[in-house]
């Protein structure tokens, strides 16, 4: 059964840009209210004035670097305290730094490490009261990288791994207290890019090497959350967002 999502909150990491922004704005546009976060305030805060003129929406910005718990247990209090609760998270914040593991820089490893894993543990842990209060959806962005092996950057791959056994064994968790979601997109036209060895390698972002309708577009991965905190009860457990052909560059 769909449920509407009027009136409802999302919380949303990584929303200054690309599949963030993009989902902020689908949230909107079913009336929720949304709790932005990243670290570039003035993004968040032409995306809070686009979506008030465009949806008359309830928009909380919350300037956030999802590495540091503090800033993150304050996200999540000042979602709840505006709005009196949280019905959606989703941990979206993630990027990609270097590629080969025997040239790869600590500081590389530790930056993917820190926000793709740290971060969303950081804001799940935050959350859970509240989504179990809500009897709410947690959502994961994981990857295509974190279903098959990447041998063009192993620890990008790696931490969307984690994303997906963290998400799952989260899940077994809590059990019917709340949903929980991971989205696995393949490619999507964002600001992401992969600079350093293999088939997208390129210091140009996915937005600019793709053309539309050569990979996934980010409303498109905004869809796919928004249908899944749609579900009541939520039987969604990951949804798989990939080109048609993708599979077949598996074919060795
Ligand atoms: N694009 C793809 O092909 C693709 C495919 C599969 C999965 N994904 C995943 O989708 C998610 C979103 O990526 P995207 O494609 O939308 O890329 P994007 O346009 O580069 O957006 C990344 C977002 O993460 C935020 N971020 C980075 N470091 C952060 C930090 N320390 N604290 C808080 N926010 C931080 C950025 O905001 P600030 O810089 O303002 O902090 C930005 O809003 C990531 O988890 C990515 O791994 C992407």
Redesign the pocket.
């Known amino acids: 059964m769909s449920q509407s999502l009027d009136g409802k909150t999302a919380v949303v990491?990584?929303?200054?840009?690309?599949?963030?922004?993009?989902t902020a704005e689908a949230f909107a546009r079913n009336g929720a209210n949304v709790v932005v976060?990243?670290?570039?305030e003035e993004?968040?805060e032409a995306l809070r004035t686009d979506l008030e003129t465009a949806y008359d929406a309830a928009v909380e910005v919350v300037p956030?670097?999802?590495?540091?718990e503090d800033a993150v247990d304050a996200l999540v209090d000042a979602a709840a305290e505006r709005f009196g609760g949280i019905d959606v998270l989703v941990?979206?914040?993630?990027?990609?730094a270097g590629s080969d593991v025997e040239a790869m820089a600590t500081e590389e490893y530790r930056t993917m490490m820190?926000?793709?894993c740290d971060?969303m543990f950081f804001a799940t842990r935050a959350a859970i009261p509240y989504l179990r209060e809500s009897e709410g959806t947690l959502v994961f962005?994981?990857?295509?990288?974190g279903q098959y092996p990447r041998p063009f950057n192993p620890v990008?791959a790696a931490?969307?791994w984690w994303?997906r056994g963290f998400a799952k064994s989260v899940s077994a968790q809590v059990g019917d207290d709340f949903a929980v979601t991971t989205i696995?997109?393949?490619?999507?036209?964002?600001?992401?890019?992969v600079d350093g060895a293999g088939e997208f390698s390129s210091p140009e972002?996915?937005k600019e090497q793709f053309a539309p309708g050569e990979?996934?577009e980010?409303e498109e991965?905004a869809d796919a959350v928004v249908f899944a905190a749609k579900q009541s009860p939520s039987m969604v457990s990951e949804l798989d967002l990939y080109d048609r052909d993708k599979l077949t560059l598996l074919d060795g």
Request: charged share 15%; glycine share 10%; aromatic share 8%.
């Open positions: 990491t990584g929303a200054s840009s690309g599949i963030g922004a993009a976060a990243a670290r570039r993004r968040l956030t670097d999802v590495t540091d941990n979206n914040a993630g990027v990609a820190t926000v793709n971060g962005i994981g990857s295509f990288a990008y931490s969307k994303t696995n997109p393949a490619a999507v036209r964002t600001e992401f890019a972002p996915f990979a996934v980010p991965v």
